[in-house]
């Protein structure tokens, strides 16, 4: 983002909401999900997700131009694995913000 206390570029910000954006499609997330799991190809995802085949493959391009996902072929099959940590930190560290605000809710709601 630059230097420390430096406003992000209205580009920049641009990038930042069409990452998020990509991240905020429960059908991607659930695709990286499986793909965590380890490579597997698009019949395995359909079998698992129940999403369509051209549902699948077009969350899987999206992903891809993202740099989140890569493929290999393996004969006639074409393999899928996620590419990187990021997604997981990034819901870790959700996951952790959420857990955090819904015990300061329980505090809340405890008699004095």
Known sequence: MGAPGALPSP???????????????????????QLKQGPTDVATLIEATGFSQSHISRQLGQL???????????????????????????????????????EAQLQQLEPA
């Open 64 to 102: 891809q131009r993202a740099g989140l996902v890569r493929c290999e072929r393996e004969g006639a099959r074409t393999i899928w694995q996620a590419d990187g940590d990021l997604v997981d930190e990034l819901c870790h560290l959700v996951q952790h913000r959420l857990k955090r605000r819904l």
């Open 11 to 33: 580009e920049l910000l641009e990038q930042f909401s069409q990452f998020f954006r990509l991240l905020s499609e429960p059908a991607r997330l659930q695709l990286l999900c």
